[in-house]
């Protein structure tokens, strides 16, 4: 299983980026998705996640409306869109793979395939 994060870059406060994330060696048939980030000298945490048994997505609450995960199943690569950034929002983002029957929530433990990161930094 390799996963790997594209799509980060430094932006003003406000604006938008779209990070990627290029699977191979799994399918999504039998993998829940995830999204997380970890800011400096703050734990991990998770952004979104997409249950791949009944296909329900979950967000944190944090996210107000501003971030979207999208699967793109020809390309095997997934999404997500980050609106209105804010400086809060600097982080090491991370996409994450996890078998479906071990779905524990949007959390860290129900997810054992990670990509590298990608940075995110956002000024005001």
């Known amino acids: 299983v390799q996963l790997v994060e594209s799509g980060g870059g430094s932006v003003l406060a406000g604006r938008s980026l779209r990070l990627s994330c290029a699977m191979s060696g799994l399918t999504f048939d039998d993998h829940n998705i995830g999204w997380f980030r970890q800011a400096p000298g703050k734990e991990r945490e998770g952004i979104s996640c997409s249950n791949t048994d009944d296909g329900t997505t979950s967000y944190a609450d944090w996210v107000k409306g501003r971030f979207t995960i999208s699967i793109d199943r020809a390309k095997n690569t997934v999404y997500l869109q980050m609106n209105n950034l804010r400086p809060e929002d600097t982080a090491v983002y991370s996409c994450?793979?996890?078998?479906?029957?071990?779905?524990?929530?949007?959390?860290?433990?129900?997810?054992?395939?990670w990509g590298q990161g990608t940075q995110v930094t956002v000024s005001s």
């Open positions: 994450a793979a996890g078998f479906s029957s071990l779905w524990v929530g949007c959390k860290i433990a129900g997810f054992a395939s």
